[in-house]
Nanobody
Framework: QVQLVESGGGLVQTGGSLELSCAAS????????MAWFRQAPGKEREFVAA???????PFFADSVKRRPGISRDYEKTLYLDINNLNADDTATYYC???????????????????WGQGTQVTVSS
């Protein structure tokens, strides 16, 4: 039983910042590599950022690499901090968990078994 609940989305002006959170209801949070994906209207779901189960291997999509931060804590929460938001960041953001064994997180959506319901981020001009 794994439940993921995202929060922190909203309406933000271009150039602003957001912190998204993902609360994980799991027995042991550190067994999961975690990731953020997003899906814009009319677009395919795309990778944003991922972090290893121990929190020491973060990596990012090329499209956002210089702007976000991803972190996790032992209170079973995953974070995504995005600064300098622009219209291309408008999307529904999803938290995802990978239950496979291994130290390396994945950029591939299909390799993540558990997903949250999403939180909407809208960037206005």
């Amino acid at each position: 039983q794994v439940q993921l609940v995202e929060s922190g989305g909203g309406l933000v002006q271009t150039g602003g910042s957001l912190e998204l959170s993902c609360a994980a209801s799991v027995r042991t949070f550190t067994i999961y590599n975690m990731a953020w994906f997003r899906q814009a209207p009319g677009k395919e779901r795309e990778f944003v950022a991922a972090i290893s189960r121990t929190g020491d291997i973060p990596f990012f999509a090329d499209s956002v690499k210089r702007r976000p931060g991803i972190s996790r804590d032992y209170e079973k929460t995953l974070y995504l901090d995005i600064n300098n938001l622009n219209a291309d960041d408008t999307a529904t953001y999803y938290c995802a968990a990978d239950d496979r064994a291994g130290p390396t997180p994945s950029r591939v959506a299909s390799e993540h078994k558990y997903w949250g319901q999403g939180t909407q981020v809208t960037v206005s001009s």
